[in-house]
């Protein structure tokens, strides 16, 4: 049986200019508004959950087996979200940037600010596949002035990329 047409079309993301547009409409907005924050050291979980393994694997020459031999989040050790993507992207930025605060930090808010935008045009495209361009429009202004987003946005933890994938997922479920 010949599957190659039902792959392309089961796997082709056809996605509309306007999200696009959108998506990349929330990014500079989010750049915009948070541009205060690009220098912003991690703090709270950030800095002990993602930031501390980064900072470990960056150190350790990305020795997974010792990070993952040290004590957890209860016990104030490194091991924490050791197997996130994030804190793996973290690790490499590091490595990227030499471990300079001033090159690091503002990549991670960017990389987080394009993700948040990601999340405004994929909810854009989503919200009018099943209601209306207005609908989505309404959505997506809620979603860009909630205080809760505009936090989350503007640390650089595991969040934004989560939402980003929890909706991904849900956008492909329904197509």
Same mark, same amino acid.
């Given at each position: ?6 792959l ?16 990349v ?26 930031? +501390?393994? %980064?900072?470990? &694997?960056?150190e ?5 087996a =010792?990070l /993952? ?30 471990g300079d ?8 808010h ?21 209601? +209306?361009? %207005?609908?989505? &429009?309404?959505?997506?202004?809620a979603?860009?002035i =909630?205080? /809760?987003m ?20 849900l ?5």
């Amino acid at each position: 049986m010949n599957t190659d047409g039902f792959l392309k079309k089961e796997l082709s993301v056809n996605v509309p200019f306007s999200s696009f547009l959108i998506g990349v409409v929330g990014t500079v907005l989010y750049y915009y508004t948070l541009t205060f924050c690009l220098d912003m050291p991690p703090v709270w979980d950030a800095a002990a959950g993602v930031f +501390s393994p %980064a900072i470990y &694997l960056y150190e350790n020459h990305y020795d997974l087996a =010792s990070l /993952l031999q040290l004590g957890g989040y209860p016990q104030g050790g490194e091991n924490v979200h050791s197997f996130s993507l994030i804190t793996w992207i973290t690790a490499l930025t590091l490595s990227l940037t030499g471990g300079d605060k001033g090159l690091y930090l503002p990549l991670l808010h960017s990389m987080n600010f394009v993700f948040a935008g990601c999340i405004v045009g994929v909810a854009f495209n989503l919200v009018r596949r099943l209601r +209306s361009s %207005a609908c989505a &429009l309404l959505v997506v202004g809620a979603i860009f002035i =909630s205080p /809760l987003m505009s936090v989350q946005v503007s640390y650089v933890y595991t969040e934004v990329a989560g939402s980003l994938a929890s909706l991904l997922t849900l956008f492909f479920w329904v197509r």
